[in-house]
């Protein structure tokens, strides 16, 4: 049960089995609902969920619709950082896309692992870092790439994507409207025809 959360803390930190211990203790089991919400617009986001089961979208809403920042599937940590850490309301929304399995750690019992060792605080760093790395380049890959260069940078970086959601959820993340998506797929699967 507890395979995909050793795995995936394992996976950024080598902690001892007494951390990992320590560490379990402190997550809090949630189980969420398909469409329901882990986070809403104008929460504080009281803790970080890791993915046991399921997927997610972290995403915001606009006046032209939604803007998908991201999803996590499992082994994957989600929440809104920055009202975590500043204690304020979000402006976006975090929703389970398939029945999910989480465990969450609250940011007291985070700071309350910061203060044990060294490891800890090493984790938290590097979680920091990746929210940190993955925004920027979502950013700037919206800025300066082509809808078709994005589609096939995520097609090699999460291709697992494709095959979990729909069509209109990827083209938000994207940020371009499904029928682009469409067009852009059609393309890349004649040029795989041509090709072969």
Excluded at 79 to 95: A, M, R, V, W
Excluded at 134 to 150: C, F, G, V, Y
Excluded at 156 to 164: A, D, G, L, S, Y
Aim: glycine share 6%.
């Amino acid at each position: 049960m507890y395979e995909v959360i050793i795995k995936s803390l394992r996976k950024l930190v080598d902690f001892t089995d007494e951390e990992l211990f320590l560490f379990m203790q402190r997550l809090k089991p949630v189980s969420l609902k398909r469409y329901a919400f882990y986070l809403k617009e104008g929460q504080v986001c009281k803790g970080m969920a890791l993915v046991n089961k399921g997927g997610l979208r972290y995403f915001s809403r606009g006046e032209k619709g939604d803007y998908t920042i991201g999803f996590a599937f499992e082994g994957e940590w989600i929440g809104d950082y920055e009202s975590l850490l500043l204690q304020t309301p979000s402006p976006d929304f975090i929703e389970a896309l398939e029945d999910c399995e989480l465990f969450t750690l609250s940011y007291t019992d985070m700071q309350a692992l910061y203060q044990h060792s060294q490891r800890f605080e090493k984790f938290g760093r590097l979680i920091a870092e990746k929210l940190f790395i993955d925004t920027a380049k979502s950013k700037r890959n919206l800025m300066i790439q082509s809808a078709e260069e994005r589609y096939l940078g995520l097609l090699n970086t999460q291709p697992h994507i494709f095959e979990r959601l729909p069509q209109h959820l990827i083209a938000s993340y994207l940020g371009i409207q499904p029928q682009s998506l469409s067009r852009i797929r059609a393309k890349i699967s004649s040029t795989k025809i041509n090709i072969g």
